[in-house]
């Protein structure tokens, strides 16, 4: 169960795994997840089922409490993120204005985002409702194949690479803020491609909270550990930056349906790769990797992906 937020990617890769021994030529992987229907503390209880030591247990915050504590130990270790945490959720407000499958599409300013207010309250300290995915509904689906593909309307999308690692289960053996497994499945799948970060156009990254985004910058690479607010202050991850990440606004903006959210991602990468992304269109969009966990930095997955 601590595999659930990332069994879209986990069904992509075990995809791919099945072409490459020959056990099949075509794979449909479909991702969908239902969580609107039940109330607050079903859907939070069933999530929590994703964490070894909350599993089964009640939480009045759910995984928002799980993640505030990384906020926490990210403001001791590296002074107070709570602005950063505002920029980064702005920026994926921006993105998904021009998402139409993006749940939600109000473009909030950094000024809201970093305020506690009756319309943006604490979800659990230090992270506002701002900072958080919503529950969603979605469902996604690709089709994987090791034949040429000759009549389509735009060119296929070729894995590169691809790359898992899982992390210990119990809390007490993992640095909150080195997502050390993110990191090893990140450089797997880059190796397996042969590029670095500087040869990506963007990234599509497992944003569930905004917190888990800024630990990213640092873990992948695109800053110095504690480093991460640079990556704002300097543009780089913006829409028009060097390398944006979630152009699609991520799930903290597009929505996380979790067992929809892995495909999903692959989907809209793709969808960027031929030139088919519309409104959320980069200009520069030759090769992408995309990040997708489960747990807390738990189970990794990393694709890379060009046209």
């Given amino acids: 169960m601590e595999n659930a937020c990332a069994s879209g990617s986990a069904a992509v890769h075990q995809g791919i795994t099945a072409i490459l021994a020959g056990t099949a030529h075509r794979v ?9 229907a039940a ?3 079903v859907v939070g209880a069933g999530l929590l089922g994703a964490d070894y030591d909350l599993a089964g247990q009640s939480s ?7 993640f505030a504590t990384v906020a ?21 407000h921006t993105n998904a204005r021009v998402n139409p499958y993006a749940h939600l599409r109000k473009d909030y300013d950094a000024t809201f985002c970093g305020t506690v207010s009756p319309a943006n309250p604490l979800v659990a300290a230090p992270l506002r409702r701002t900072d958080c995915s919503p ?12 034949e040429a593909i000759t009549s389509a309307a735009h060119p296929p999308v070729r894995f590169l690479g691809v790359g898992h690692a899982n992390d210990h289960l119990p809390s007490s053996r993992r640095d909150p803020l080195a ?15 042969g590029v670095d970060l500087a040869d990506l156009s963007f990234l599509e990254v497992h944003d569930c909270f905004t917190i888990a985004e800024l630990v990213l910058y640092e873990a992948l690479g695109i800053t110095e550990r504690g480093k991460g607010r640079q990556a704002l202050d300097e543009g780089w991850v913006l829409r028009e930056g060097r390398q944006p990440v979630n152009p699609s606004g991520g799930l903290k903006s597009k929505g996380h349906p ?8 692959h989907v809209l990468t793709a969808m960027q790769l031929t030139g088919m992304a519309g409104d959320m269109q980069l200009p520069c969009a030759d090769l992408a ?6 747990g807390l930095a738990v189970a990794n997955y990393v694709s890379v992906l060009g046209r």
């Fill in 60 to 66: 009045s915050t759910g995984f928002a409490g799980l």
């Fill in 258 to 265: 979790v067992g929809a959210t892995g495909v999903s991602q």
């Fill in 72 to 92: 926490r130990a990210y403001n001791e270790r590296h002074g107070d993120c709570a602005d950063t945490l505002a920029l980064i959720a702005a920026k994926s």
């Fill in 135 to 146: 529950v969603s509904d979605g469902a996604a689906a690709l089709v994987l194949t090791s």
């Fill in 179 to 193: 997502f050390a497994a993110t990191e090893l499945a990140w450089h797997r799948a880059l190796d397996q491609a």
């Fill in 289 to 294: 990797a995309i990040h997708n966990m489960g």
């Fill in 39 to 41: 109330d607050a503390q």
């Fill in 28 to 36: 449909l992987v479909v991702g969908a997840e239902k969580m609107t």
